[in-house]
């Protein structure tokens, strides 16, 4: 049954585009095209994950996925490319902040079924 947060569908769109972003930015920097689809690939998989299984640890492999986006680019030498660094870190700042609102969700609705 899905029981999925409205967060994690925007999630889900934000991993799809950043498996597709450095193809339609034109990302040529090898080390920030990997970065955004591999963050891509694991935030989609947590994200529907979470649809099925609602747990808090999905959101902090999120939350986690998202800050090392939001880094990557000084982490991985990519600064100076403007497109690719805006894309990850307004990529990765985004799904941070809905990884920790459904985090917060989660522990309310838990909270008060008791």
């Known amino acids: ?3 999925a947060h409205w967060q994690d569908r925007i999630e ?3 991993g799809l585009w950043l498996v597709a972003s ?3 930015l034109g990302v040529t920097m ?6 955004a689809m591999l963050a891509g690939v694991a935030v989609v998989t947590f ?15 999120n939350l986690a996925v ?4 939001a880094a990557s680019p000084w982490l991985l030498g990519y600064d ?9 870190v307004a990529c990765g700042v985004a799904i ?19």
């Open 47 to 61: 994200a529907v994950d979470a649809f099925y299984y609602p747990e808090i640890v999905e959101e902090w492999g």
């Open 1 to 3: 049954m899905i029981r």
């Open 22 to 24: 450095p193809f339609v």
């Open 80 to 88: 100076g490319q403007r497109v690719a660094m805006a894309n990850a």
């Open 66 to 69: 998202g800050i090392g986006l």
């Open 30 to 35: 090898q080390s920030a095209a990997w970065a």
């Open 96 to 114: 941070a902040a809905l990884s920790f609102w459904t985090a917060e969700d989660i522990q309310r609705e838990q909270r008060d079924a008791r």
């Open 12 to 14: 889900v769109a934000l």
